[in-house]
């Protein structure tokens, strides 16, 4: 078999390489110093449909956020040819992965040149802590967003406009979108491809990639979720580590309030305060973090698993552990814990 690797792969799959005859222009904000690893996630699926000619007239255009702007690996620094101007030809923006995620809003003349791409029709995606420019272009107040789940609580403190949530991989909000990582980052392209040349050319890409053809933006990211950074000294935040050490056991929201010496409104209003949550809702949370723990770790049966959890069984946990993680858990235990039978 001869030919080049996207012929023969097309001839391979009987796939039809003629040009669906679909426009879209693709450009990438970048930022100095980002990488060229994580950046290329931002437009790597629409680049491979180019190159296997399903979107022929496709070159992704990356722009400058600010004047002197360069990217680098592997030894190489290469800086970014096109300024803000170019933003003016995009049918869709992306704002990739940054180099940091810092309290310093990004320059004002990239996000006025968001903000008129977006009132011109374009769409916008963030990728990963991407999603910190749109927020600051306030074009994300009163919508549902996502961000890498390391950062999301910064971009709640940052931005408390914004609907976060970053248990899940990405969110398409029509004409503006997010991921909560680099490799959902090609999940979001995949659907964007979809919705633009069809899903059978969506899942030819994805099988020449070697990706899952389709990963539905409310499939969950895998996280893990830090106590929150609280004086100790403050009654709920004591109460918090308390249960969190007895998570095998029943811990009814009345008993934390009282450890608290509070009322039970004024508790569930500082448990809200610090973090974000209902404490019953936290509670199971943290318990189904704990069995994503054992699950890793330990060659455990899930029922015992779940015992140790606060769970009466493993059927007990499995819808919380499905919502949550966005798996079963002998599921997750094969993608990320020692292979052993369930006994």
């Given at each position: 078999?001869?030919?080049?690797?996207?012929?023969?792969?097309?001839?391979?799959?009987?796939?039809?390489?003629?040009?669906?005859?679909?426009?879209?222009?693709?450009?990438?904000?970048?930022?100095?110093?980002?990488?060229?690893?994580?950046?290329?996630?931002?437009?790597?699926?629409?680049?491979?449909?180019?190159?296997?000619?399903?979107?022929?007239?496709l070159?992704?255009?990356?722009?400058?956020?600010?004047?002197?702007?360069?990217?680098?690996?592997g030894?190489?620094?290469?800086?970014?040819?096109?300024?803000?101007?170019?933003?003016?030809?995009?049918?869709?923006?992306?704002?990739?992965?940054?180099?940091?995620?810092?309290?310093?809003?990004?320059?004002?003349?990239?996000?006025?040149?968001?903000?008129?791409?977006?009132?011109?029709?374009?769409?916008?995606?963030?990728?990963?802590?991407?999603?910190?420019?749109?927020?600051?272009?306030?074009?994300?107040?009163?919508?549902?967003?996502?961000?890498?789940?390391?950062?999301?609580a910064?971009?709640?403190?940052l931005?408390?406009?914004?609907?976060?949530?970053?248990?899940?991989?990405?969110?398409?909000?029509?004409?503006?979108?997010?991921?909560?990582?680099?490799?959902?980052?090609?999940?979001?392209?995949?659907?964007?491809?979809?919705?633009?040349?069809?899903?059978?050319?969506?899942?030819?890409?994805?099988?020449?990639?070697?990706?899952?053809?389709?990963r539905?933006?409310?499939?969950?990211?895998?996280?893990?979720?830090?106590?929150?950074?609280?004086?100790?000294?403050?009654?709920?935040?004591?109460?918090?580590?308390?249960?969190?050490?007895?998570?095998?056991?029943?811990?009814?929201?009345?008993?934390l309030?009282?450890?608290?010496?509070?009322?039970?409104?004024?508790?569930?209003?500082?448990?809200?305060?610090?973090?974000?949550?209902?404490p019953a809702?936290?509670?199971?949370?943290q318990?189904?973090?704990?069995?994503?723990?054992?699950?890793?770790?330990?060659?455990?049966p899930?029922?015992?698993?779940?015992?140790?959890?606060?769970?009466?069984s493993?059927?007990?946990?499995?819808?919380?552990?499905?919502?949550?993680?966005?798996?079963?858990?002998?599921?997750?235990?094969q993608?990320?814990?020692?292979?052993?039978?369930?006994?």
């Amino acid at each position: 078999m001869t030919g080049t690797g996207f012929e023969i792969f097309t001839r391979a799959a009987g796939a039809d390489r003629t040009d669906t005859g679909i426009s879209l222009r693709v450009v990438v904000v970048v930022f100095d110093g980002v990488s060229l690893g994580s950046m290329s996630f931002a437009f790597g699926v629409f680049d491979v449909a180019a190159a296997y000619g399903w979107l022929p007239g496709l070159a992704p255009t990356l722009v400058a956020g600010a004047p002197g702007t360069s990217i680098g690996g592997g030894g190489l620094t290469l800086d970014v040819p096109y300024d803000l101007d170019a933003i003016r030809g995009g049918d869709l923006v992306i704002v990739p992965t940054l180099p940091q995620t810092t309290a310093e809003a990004p320059p004002e003349p990239v996000l006025a040149a968001l903000r008129d791409a977006h009132a011109r029709g374009a769409r916008l995606a963030g990728l990963c802590n991407g999603a910190f420019v749109l927020a600051a272009t306030g074009l994300l107040d009163g919508r549902p967003a996502t961000t890498h789940w390391a950062v999301a609580a910064r971009l709640r403190e940052l931005y408390p406009r914004v609907e976060v949530d970053a248990s899940v991989l990405y969110i398409d909000d029509g004409d503006v979108l997010t991921a909560g990582g680099a490799a959902a980052g090609m999940d979001l392209g995949l659907h964007i491809l979809r919705a633009t040349v069809g899903a059978a050319t969506a899942n030819l890409l994805a099988k020449a990639m070697v990706l899952p053809p389709h990963r539905p933006g409310g499939q969950a990211q895998f996280i893990e979720s830090p106590m929150p950074e609280v004086d100790a000294a403050d009654p709920v935040a004591e109460s918090i580590e308390w249960a969190c050490a007895r998570l095998d056991t029943a811990l009814p929201v009345g008993v934390l309030a009282r450890r608290a010496h509070m009322s039970r409104r004024n508790y569930d209003r500082r448990f809200r305060e610090i973090t974000g949550s209902a404490p019953a809702a936290w509670l199971t949370h943290q318990r189904v973090i704990r069995a994503q723990q054992l699950l890793e770790s330990g060659d455990l049966p899930v029922d015992e698993i779940a015992r140790r959890c606060g769970f009466s069984s493993a059927a007990a946990l499995r819808p919380h552990f499905r919502r949550v993680v966005g798996v079963a858990p002998n599921a997750y235990r094969q993608m990320f814990g020692r292979r052993c039978p369930e006994s």
